[in-house]
């Protein structure tokens, strides 16, 4: 049974930081571009950032650049994001996936998602 599972998130104050994990079993993702994304309550899921299969091409959306940072370590299965300066607006449900192509930033191309991890930030 595949399944990504996010972790890392929680409680923070405005300017602060949270690093989030996805860490996937049942099979490799390491041919496989991950993207990392968000729902707010009455907002769609958007897109945060995405990364290719090998770590090369990174993307992000306009309101998280300079402040994101999405890696990945293949031998561990895991795709990461680093959340700095985080803001009031950043609250939300963070939602790791994986796509079955090598990369990709749309969500329609995502088959496998987590269960999202809750991250708030209080101002």
């Known amino acids: 049974q595949v399944q990504l599972v996010e972790s890392g998130g929680g409680l923070v104050q405005a300017g602060g930081s949270l690093r989030l994990s996805c860490a996937a079993s049942?099979?490799?993702?390491?041919?496989?571009?991950m993207g990392w994304f968000r729902q707010a309550p009455g907002q769609e899921r958007a897109l945060v950032s995405a990364i290719n299969w090998n770590g090369t091409t990174r993307r992000y959306a306009n309101f998280v650049k300079g402040r994101f940072i999405i890696s990945r370590d293949n031998a561990k299965n895991t795709v990461y994001l680093q959340m700095n300066a985080l803001e009031p607006e950043d609250t939300a449900v963070y939602y790791c996936?994986?796509?079955?192509?090598?990369?990709?930033?749309?969500?329609?191309?995502?088959?496998?998602w987590g269960q999202g991890t809750q991250v708030t930030v209080s101002s």
């Open positions: 996936a994986a796509a079955s192509s090598r990369y990709s930033v749309s969500a329609h191309e995502y088959d496998y």
């Open positions: 049942g099979r490799t993702f390491s041919n496989n571009s």
